[in-house]
């Protein structure tokens, strides 16, 4: 029988957060030891795209202490761009980096990397991960190759959570863990743009759900990842290829652990 201590409940408002409009929710009610997050995986606002679907039902209600084969996530489906040549250049990013002997995109989930996305726009962070090639400016990241970076999930600042791509198909968001990892981005980040608490909530019902359907083993923190390095569930095969990253934080990191509550994903990893 699921326990049914505590109950966190949110109501989304029609349509996502404008481009041009500061934050209306108050950062993470929670206090925790630890310095911010830094560099997203997509700091950007801006895109021509046009806005989200309309999402007027409920989006999450996360049971902290509720058992993980609970889907207790709504998912609203915004698809981003997936023409046959972003199918190429992603399949040729997956031999270089993980697998050369690939036929397709198709991976089996087993962790969730958290991330935010630097900027407060959902709309031009989908902009932006629709783009079939990386830009040049990201010269470190296109060393890896020519796929445009872009993650599963999108979590506006109001708690909706759209999905991009499914599940499991091969994404570009973490060095290391792409071949393994679904990866979920924050509209926000950890100064101007403070992560909110309907995205504490909206990330632990949407890890609930995919705990409900795929083995995961494991949640990150974009900024964790890296103790993951040595270890067999980190995989790069370039020499080298590799990066620092600070989101989405200690501070929002801990927040959704604690909305975990014992369940054991909710884990920190270990000292690398």
């Not at 966190?8 to 030891?33: E, Q, S």
């Not at 999930?153 to 599940?167: A, N, S, Y």
């Not at 992560?195 to 359907?213: C, F």
């Amino acid at each position: 029988m699921r326990s049914r201590a505590l109950v966190l409940g949110l109501i989304v408002a029609i349509g996502c957060g404008r481009g041009d409009r500061a934050p209306d929710k108050p950062p993470i009610a929670i206090a925790v030891d630890g310095g911010t997050g830094g560099t997203g995986a997509a700091p950007v606002d801006g895109g021509a795209l046009a806005g989200p679907p309309d999402a007027a039902a409920p989006v999450a209600i996360a049971t902290v202490d509720a058992a993980v084969d609970a889907p207790l996530a709504t998912i609203v489906d915004w698809p981003v761009p997936w023409p046959a040549e972003r199918e190429r250049l992603m399949l040729a990013y997956r031999r270089l980096h993980s697998d050369p002997a690939a036929t397709d995109l198709t991976i089996t989930p087993r962790m969730i990397v958290l991330h935010y996305t630097g900027g407060h726009s959902a709309k031009g962070t989908h902009g932006y991960f629709s783009r079939t090639r990386i830009e040049a400016e990201r010269a470190t990241l296109r060393k890896g190759g020519e796929a445009g970076v872009v993650s599963h999930f999108l979590v506006d600042r109001d708690g909706t959570i759209f999905r991009l791509i499914p599940e499991t198909r091969m994404g570009r968001h973490a060095i290391g863990v792409n071949h393994a990892a679904i990866g979920v981005e924050n509209v926000g980040d950890g100064d101007r743009y403070p992560l909110t608490d309907a995205q504490v909530a909206a990330n632990v019902a949407l890890i609930r759900d995919l705990a409900a359907r795929f083995p995961i083993e494991r949640v990150l923190g974009h900024h964790e990842v890296a103790t993951l390095r040595g270890t067999p569930a980190y995989v790069e095969l370039v020499r080298g290829y590799k990066n620092e990253k600070g989101d989405p934080g200690p501070r929002f990191m801990a927040a959704v652990r604690a909305g975990l509550g014992d369940s054991p994903l909710a884990a920190p990893p270990a000292p690398p």
